[in-house]
């Protein structure tokens, strides 16, 4: 007997305010507990919005985000948020970190905004603190950086510091929006085991979205965006 | 909420530079718009003290007001004297039970000097019937000896006994009487009237030191030395005005129109109280002008508030989505805006309830000394608690554009804003 | 969207500018709003223990200042005429010396007039003249000594202007002259002060 997907789209139509051809129309996806996703998608073909799409932020205008069970598009807005608290790890290509907090203070970020991530932290008898700096000691980040602005960091440490924050209080899925994009080459691999190394670790469900193929080797499944969107193949208007 | 007061307070000490700005602005704006009430208030007040248990003020046939203001206040100069006769006169009614003649012109190191004899002592009353005492020594007896206020004594250090000498008019600069000095026997306690910044000497003296001068100089070749001048008629020619008290308050009126006809001489006698109220009148004009305009500087900088946050949006739009993305709502992201300004409004207000404090402490013994203003020394009146709580509130109200700003903007961005 | 803002803003700043003005210029508004001889028409609501009373009870019935003025014909004089002159002096003396009604001493009576403020100390009055008409001191002759009340009250009455128009409740006392010139006079310990309020027309 399979578990439930952790993730379910079905008929999923998505236009953006103001636009006539759709973003977005996707017949069926699927993703089950501890799947590591690869999506590949070049700019433009949409895959922000199907991440905002996934982490609540926004609704379809036909079709149904199932996220652990729980159908999306049919909750109220304060409650998709609180949803999206409790349970998705956000990571950006840049620009993932507060610039007016330090290190730690972005670390735990989500657990001043979700109780239940906040309860989760502290479940192995750790502090949030502590829990933070075990994340941030296990994704290579110095002790000595913790209280630094984020801003002296270089970009390889800010990823890894957004990382941490993604993973604090065990969420059950991870969202990563190209985060090694603007990292050097040399870099990106590394960085990439990091963080599937982690996320096996709580026991998260990845889904790294990015344009560069060749990353895709370390993922259990790849999606081509392009290739089950339909939007771009209707006709306009439809 | 407390994580948002955290954060909001985080990001505003990060641009603390340009909140600053705006946080100086507002209390500047507060500090002048309390400052204008307090003065105002505080203005009022002390003229409503300063005469009481009086029932006309006599004088010459001039306006209400200025009588008032030269007689009582010792501001300004009088145009026409009360002759001697009159004063008498007025003075014999059957109705008057005691009548204080003032006698103004004079001056020491500018400081009014007033003429009078010592039913001022016994009858002259101020801020609800509250009698002159004094700190030191006693009332004038003799022809050249002088009582002085209490802010005389204080800001020339006086003490009884001291030799003072007195100038004709009212500034400084002036021919001194100075061959006639007077001899400080008497330093009334403070009253917070304008009597602190008088020097109070016998009627008889300022005829005497006047018997040699004429038309406001000392005429040539004619000195006569103290010892000799008591052997002149020293009873006065003229007065300047006379406080008067009745035997029965509510035959003020009759009193009135008996002095308003006297026909000796053209004289006008005023209730202190009327003449208070018409004062007022033409003043709340002015008051209530600069009320206005300090209202318009507080809205000044508080729109220069908004307009700094919200100028602050466009690049904090990343930022919004990070929150948005660790699970904040567009509801809270509304509130952490709104709490930053808010902030700032409280700051600034009490900043410039603080402000307005010092400069009172500064600046209160220069009013008092000059303007015989008093300004009591406190953080917020009741009346000035009102004016606060309207800033704090226009504050909120304009507080709510950047927090519904940032609302929209959260919404519409969603994690990913489209820069 | 921008447009949109712009126009809140401007909405937001009108509504907080006016926020800050009302109370200024609701001082502006003259709060007496009397005009010189305006008397107050006397319908008080029924107060405990006290007669309404008008101020025309304070007068003798009989007595009539004017009857020695009406006999003249005032009209047909000029103004500088002896006659006139002497006529009007005669009146003020007869006004200035109006006999009181001696059956209201110990009355507790109620009555409505203008502040003519005697003694205040920070806006709080505690001793005044209760006239019948606004303006009673400034513009137009007084009123005849009998329709003059002295008033004294234990608990200072809160006024922001000096001539306001209050109800006084209390008991009236006649006080005999201590002066030998001129009759007794009026006077209240008032037991309570109260600013007037119009009544609404009835409609």
Known sequence: ?238 | ?419 | MQKAFSKRRALLKLLAGSCLLTPVVSQAADKSGYKVGDRLPQKPPAAAGFAETKWEALMPADWNPFKDLQALNLGGLSDADPRAINALEQLRAALDNAPIVPSLHGARIRIAGFTVPLESARGQLSEFLLVPYFGACIHTPPPPSNQIIHVTTAKPYKSDQQIDAVWISGELQTIRSETGVGNASYRMKADAVEPYVRPTPVR
Not at chain 1, 84 to 96: I, T
Not at chain 1, 180 to 206: H, I, K, M, N, Y
Not at chain 2, 302 to 316: C, F, M, P, Y
Not at chain 2, 346 to 368: C, H, Q
Request: glycine fraction near 8%; include cysteine; charge should be positive.
């Open chain 2, 1 to 419: 909420m407390s994580h948002l007061l955290y954060l909001a307070g985080r990001s505003a000490w990060n641009r603390r530079l340009t909140l600053g700005l705006t946080l100086i602005a507002i209390a500047l704006s507060v500090t002048l718009l309390l400052g204008v009430e307090r003065v105002r208030h505080d203005a009022r007040e002390s003229f409503a003290q300063s005469v009481s248990g009086t029932d006309l003020v006599i004088g010459a046939r001039t306006s209400p007001v200025q009588l008032m203001l030269y007689s009582v206040f010792r501001i300004g100069e009088a145009t026409n004297n009360v002759k001697w006769e009159s004063f008498q006169h007025l003075a014999a009614h059957p109705l008057v039970a005691w009548a204080i003649p003032l006698s103004l012109g004079d001056s020491h190191r500018g400081y009014s000097v007033v003429g009078t004899s010592t039913a001022y002592f016994d009858h002259f009353r101020y801020s609800g019937e509250q009698t002159l005492t004094f700190s030191a020594g006693t009332r004038f007896a003799n022809l050249f000896e002088a009582v002085v206020g209490a802010e005389v004594a204080e800001r020339l250090k006086y003490r009884a006994g001291d030799r003072i000498v007195l100038n004709h008019g009212a500034s400084d600069i002036g021919a001194e009487h100075a061959d006639k000095p007077f001899t400080v026997v008497g330093i009334l306690a403070r009253t917070g009237t304008p009597v602190d910044r008088s020097v109070h000497v016998p009627l008889e003296a300022i005829e005497a030191i006047h018997l040699d001068w004429q038309g406001g100089a000392p005429m040539p070749g004619v000195a006569i030395p103290a010892e000799y001048v008591r052997k002149f008629d020293l009873t006065p020619k003229n007065i300047t005005a006379a406080l008067i008290g009745l035997k029965s308050r509510a035959a003020v009126f009759r009193m009135q129109r008996y002095s308003n006809e006297y026909e000796g001489e053209p004289l006008m006698a005023v209730l202190p109280g009327v003449a208070l109220d018409q004062l007022w009148q033409v003043v709340g004009i002015a008051e209530r002008v600069l009320l206005a305009v300090s209202g318009m500087v507080v809205a000044v900088g508080l729109a220069g508030l908004v307009a700094v946050v919200l100028a602050s949006l466009n690049e904090r739009r990343r930022e919004l989505a990070i929150l948005r993305s660790v699970g904040a709502r567009p509801r809270e992201i509304f509130l952490l805006l709104m709490i930053e300004a808010v902030g700032i409004t409280l700051a600034g207000a009490v900043a410039g309830v603080i402000l307005l404090a010092i400069l009172t402490a500064t600046l209160a013994p220069v009013a008092a000394a000059r303007y015989g203003l008093i300004i009591e020394q406190r953080y917020v009146a009741s009346g000035e608690l009102v004016l606060l709580g309207a800033v704090v509130a226009m504050g909120v109200l304009a507080s709510l554009l950047p927090g519904y700003r940032a609302y929209k903007l959260s919404l519409a961005d969603g994690l990913t804003p489209r820069l």
């Open chain 1, 1 to 238: 007997m399979t578990a439930a997907p952790i993730v379910r789209l079905d008929n999923l139509r998505f236009t953006w305010p103001g636009q006539s051809a759709a973003c977005l129309h996707i017949a069926e996806l699927v993703v089950d507990a501890g799947e590591r996703i690869f999506i590949y998608g070049p700019s433009g073909s949409g895959k922000s919005t199907l991440l905002a799409l996934l982490g609540g932020v926004l609704t379809p205008q036909h079709g149904r985000v199932r996220v652990l069970g729980a159908d999306l598009s049919s909750m109220r807005p304060s409650l998709r948020d609180r949803f999206r608290s409790d349970h998705v790890g956000f990571l950006f290509q840049l620009f993932n970190l507060v610039p007016y907090l330090s290190v730690i203070e972005n670390v735990v970020l989500p657990c001043r905004f979700s109780a239940r991530r906040r309860a989760q932290a502290v479940s192995a008898g750790n502090s949030v603190q502590g829990e933070a700096l075990r994340l941030l000691a296990h994704l290579d980040i110095d002790a000595s950086l913790l209280t630094r602005r984020v801003t002296e960091l270089s970009v390889g440490q800010q990823q890894r510091v957004a990382a941490a924050r993604a993973l604090l209080g065990r969420p059950e899925i991870v969202v990563a929006d190209e985060p090694t994009s603007a990292l050097d080459a040399d870099r990106q691999e590394a960085f990439l085991q990091l963080l599937l190394r982690e996320c096996d670790a709580v026991a998260a469900t990845l889904l790294f979205v990015s344009h560069d193929r060749r990353l895709a080797r370390a993922f259990t499944r790849e999606i081509d965006l392009a290739a089950i969107n339909r939007a771009d193949r209707e006709p306009q208007g439809s």
